[in-house]
């Protein structure tokens, strides 16, 4: 199959690059001239894993391509795929600013029918409106079809998510759309659910909703072992076991972030309350999440009195391991605080200090390792769990802080072990 993706963000580039390595014929779309210019030479924008192997690849077989002509790529493809980014508003709600732009670049380009899929998040009735937007800006004798086929990609694992996912959603009205696009998924071997396009556009801010209410869960549980001296971590150990409950997403710690799940509970709850329902239960998940952010600064300050003067080191930035992107990221609002606070930090991230530089105050410093990030600090926030940080030896922390003060947003270290080692250490969950 011929096609086309608009948008080259994380979805888009994922999804045009797995598409291509299934032997289909992708032309990757992007205003950026530059970014462009990039991906072109096999270059990634963004940092996952394994990316770059199979755009180089693909690229060099001919089956992967990269261009800002819009009219040129839709002409030629059979299908086009919809994967721009909906930021949140300032009330919450999804912002299609995007979405509109590519509507009207669509109409004004195909000179024949398409199937338009749409993986870009948008709210409960959005394709309908692609739909009926499109056909009303199309002359008459051009019509598409709207498809939507919600990503359920992690950051980090992408590529692997991409090839080994538990189902691919394909939500549509028109039954030869649905099996075209069906057909187009199938050398991915991955269960496929169809049904209609709102039960699909659903699904995905279901299926957030719920994995970041989980966390939320688990992180409460965590606090409350903390008082009980339970440990989360044989907590969730055995709840999982539990194939009701399911043994994913039960990892206590500072909060969830990134570009998705802070951004889709606030859609999901204004989606709800457009249809006046007041999601409650959501709601919670969201206030929590915002002071699970800030646990352990809180913590600190109820340790120290005042941060204001200390020397802070912080290891991670990055809302998660495998990624640089800080988006909604605990850190930024840990960071944000101790500076205000008068504190001097100094920040160690493996990849996401290009991104932390654009986003921090100018008063933060940044530093080539770890270890030059913990040297003579009063104390330390672990905010990103990267195996590299779960590597480094206790004594470190004894040896080259002024105190030893660890204060452990991803419980990357084993209690035992940290017992013996002088470290005054506080985590998620787990009494010390
Ligand atoms: C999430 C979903 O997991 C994907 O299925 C979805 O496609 C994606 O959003 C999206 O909507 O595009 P992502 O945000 O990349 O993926 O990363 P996750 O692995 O879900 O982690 C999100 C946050 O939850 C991170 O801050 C992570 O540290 C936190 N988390 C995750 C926990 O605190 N505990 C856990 O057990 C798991």
Not at 17 to 25: A, K, R
Not at 47 to 65: A, V
Not at 405 to 419: A, I, Q, T
Request: proline share 3%; with cysteine.
């Amino acid at each position: 199959m011929n096609i086309s993706v608009v948008g080259t963000g994380y979805v888009g580039l994922v999804t045009g690059v797995g598409l291509s390595e299934i032997n289909h014929n992708v032309t990757c779309v992007d205003t950026n001239p530059q970014k462009v210019d990039l991906m072109s030479k096999g270059r990634s924008p963004i940092y996952e894993p394994g990316l770059e192997e199979l755009m180089e690849k693909n690229i060099k077989l001919g089956r992967l391509r990269f261009t800002t002509e819009h009219k040129g790529a839709f002409n030629n493809s059979d299908v086009i795929y919809i994967a721009v980014g909906t930021p949140d508003n300032e009330d919450g709600t999804a912002n299609l600013t995007y979405i509109n732009q590519v509507i009207d670049v669509i109409a004004n380009s195909i000179t024949e029918d398409k199937i338009i899929v749409t993986k870009s998040t948008v709210p409960v009735g959005t394709n309908h409106l692609i739909m009926k937007k499109l056909n009303e800006k199309l002359p008459n004798h051009i019509k598409v079809e709207v498809v939507s086929n919600p990503e359920f990609l992690r950051e980090g694992s992408a590529i692997e998510d991409i090839f080994h996912g538990d189902r691919i959603v394909i939500g549509a009205d028109n039954q030869l759309a649905s099996e075209i696009i069906r057909e187009i998924n199938k050398p991915y071997n991955i269960p496929i659910f169809e049904t209609d396009i709102r039960s699909a556009e659903m699904i995905k801010y279901a299926s957030n909703a719920f994995l970041a209410t989980k966390i939320s869960f688990i992180n409460e549980i965590a606090n409350i072992c903390e008082k009980v001296e339970a440990n989360v971590e044989e907590v969730a150990l055995g709840m999982g076991m539990d194939s009701r409950v399911g043994n994913q997403f039960l990892r206590a710690g500072i909060g969830y972030g990134g570009s998705c799940f802070p951004k889709d509970t606030k859609a999901l709850k204004k989606i709800a309350e457009n249809v006046d329902y007041d999601f409650k239960l959501l709601s919670s998940v969201i206030e929590f999440n915002n002071r699970q952010q800030r646990k352990l600064l809180d913590q600190a300050i109820n340790d120290f009195g005042t941060l204001k003067g200390k020397t802070v080191g912080i290891l991670g930035v990055a809302f998660k391991p495998n990624t640089d992107d800080i988006r909604e990221a605990s850190s930024l609002v840990i960071i944000r605080d101790l500076i205000k606070m008068g504190a001097k930090v100094k920040v160690y991230d493996p990849v996401a200090i290009d991104n932390a530089k654009k986003e921090l105050p100018i008063e933060v410093e940044y530093k080539n390792t770890a270890l030059d990030a913990i040297n003579n600090t009063d104390l330390v926030f672990i905010l990103t769990e990267w195996d590299e940080f779960k590597s480094i030896p206790l004594e470190c922390f004894t040896d080259s802080m002024l105190t030893p003060n660890v204060y452990d947003g991803r419980n990357c270290f084993d209690l035992e072990n940290v017992k013996n080692s002088g470290i005054n250490y506080c985590s998620i969950g787990r009494k010390y």
